[in-house]
């Protein structure tokens, strides 16, 4: 999905007009538009009638006009850019519902900043191959009172939307939209730019950020002071950078840990959560004389606690191939997107997800440390592990193709869907190790295999054309 922010202007007439295909020039491509609505009180503009048995549209946009009008009239400053207008489009071939394409633009525009107290419409124009929807906005909304404000009697309690940070605002929440309803990912030059070209979002590397960075907020310990920033996001392979004049910090950049790339500034990850400023908005504290050596200041990068880094003592991907997923499956897979995704393209589909390999801690002698003979140990039973969970994932998972993925990114998806806990004995696999495995992994995966399994069913049953 391309987001667009198209040149403001100060009359909404001409741009209501041209939204709702109004305009005398518009008669055939008033065929392609519809009205799906948005914050506003005024109803559907279309009125459709017969006439000598062809249908006909007739429409009238005054009402909305007027609405329009009225609503900006309260803003009693001198700005001439009142009236909004952006564009959301979809790849080629691609399609939303109506009710989809409504919910994406109430999250759209709500990311720009626009409120209940605000006005915007949305009219889906499908009268080119790239199926779009214009959105035209008033920027006036309600400001709370400042009694002490000079400014009161120009703006009396209204001000205008802020907009100058909604080309990334906007592609973040275009990057939301995709993922909701598995749409196309244009290709970005710079983070900052969007062009008409397709690319893997998986090498997308702030929006994979931008999901694990949701859900560590989310999460019960979320992030509470600048230290424990540093080192949550380093247990999902996130590193840290902030930017200081003078040991004044006035930036933070991420980057993933395994990748080699650049550093990627907060506000292209996600400007409402993830710059300075924001953060500290959103409760996570920050004290020099605590955080200062945690952030790394004088070091270049932050530093997070060793252990931090460990979550798992290793992590690989699992690819099951799967027929094209059906809605049942891609509602399940939505609602778990921090475990699961789809990944191949429009002919070859698999599911993936993590597997977290965790194994108990001993102490170490020093002599095993020094000649890394725990880390030849610790290697050698993951690998005998890995053999066995594929085995029994290839048996569970039955009538479909399994692949593990060691060398894959994993950092797509934010938590691992299969813990493996790996049960030992003095130093050595338990000897009912392949029963506590498989058990394991039933437990874990059980609802994802009838998921699959119905999804197969699915596929078989439907009707085939006969020619």
């Known amino acids: 999905m391309i987001s667009k922010k198209a040149k403001f202007s ?72 009142l009236c909004g207008h952006y564009i959301l489009s979809l790849a080629k071939g691609e399609k939303l519902s109506s009710a989809e394409w409504l919910s994406s633009v109430h999250s759209y525009m709500k990311s720009l900043g626009y409120d209940d107290s605000t006005k915007y419409v949305a009219v889906i124009h499908r009268d080119t191959e790239l199926e779009h929807v214009h959105i035209v906005a008033s920027r006036v909304r309600v400001a709370a009172r400042d009694a002490t404000s000079s400014r009161a009697a120009l703006g009396a309690n209204f001000q205008l939307v802020a907009d100058s940070n909604d080309r990334h605002k906007g592609m973040n929440a275009a990057r939301e939209i995709e993922h909701r309803y598995r749409l196309s990912t244009p290709r970005t030059d710079g983070w900052t730019k969007e062009i008409p070209r397709f690319s893997d979002p998986k090498k997308d590397y702030a929006y994979i950020m931008r999901g694990i960075s949701k859900a560590i907020f989310k999460a019960p310990n979320r992030p509470r002071t600048m230290s424990q920033l540093v080192d949550r996001f380093a247990e999902r392979g996130i590193s840290i950078q902030v930017k200081h004049n003078n040991g004044k910090i006035f930036g933070i950049s991420y980057k993933l840990t395994n990748k080699n790339v650049k550093f990627i500034s907060g506000t292209d990850v996600m400007s409402t959560m993830l710059t300075w400023d924001a953060l500290q908005r959103n409760g996570v504290s920050y004290s020099p004389h605590r955080d200062n050596l945690k952030l790394g200041l004088g070091l270049g990068i932050a530093q997070p606690d060793l252990a931090s880094t460990a979550k798992f003592d290793a992590t690989f991907r699992a690819y099951i191939k799967i027929t094209k997923p059906k809605s049942s499956l891609n509602k399940y897979v939505r609602e778990r997107s921090n475990k699961y995704d789809f990944f191949g393209d429009r002919t070859n589909y698999h599911l993936g997800f993590n597997i977290g390999i965790k194994l108990p801690q001993r102490k170490l002698k020093r002599q095993e440390v020094q000649h890394e003979i725990e880390k030849q140990r610790l290697d050698k039973i993951i690998r005998d592990i890995m053999k066995m969970v594929e085995s029994i994932l290839q048996a569970i998972f039955s009538i479909f193709e399994v692949t593990i993925d060691y060398e894959s990114e994993i950092h797509d998806l934010s938590d691992v869907a299969l813990k493996i806990n790996v049960p030992m004995q003095d130093d050595f696999l338990d000897k009912s190790v392949d029963g506590k495995l498989k058990s394991q992994c039933i437990s874990q995966l059980k609802f994802v295999i009838a998921q699959c399994l119905n999804n197969e069913r699915s596929t078989l049953n439907e009707p085939k054309l006969v020619n």
């Open 10 to 81: 100060k009359n909404f007439r001409a741009r209501i007009l041209y939204e709702l295909a109004a305009r005398h020039c518009d008669k055939e491509k008033i065929k392609h538009v519809e009205f799906i609505g948005g914050n506003i009180v005024s109803g559907n503009p279309y009125y459709e009638y017969h006439e000598g048995g062809e249908r006909k549209v007739f429409i009238d946009p005054e009402q909305i006009i007027t609405e329009f009008e009225q609503h900006a009239a309260q803003y009693k400053g001198d700005s001439d850019n």
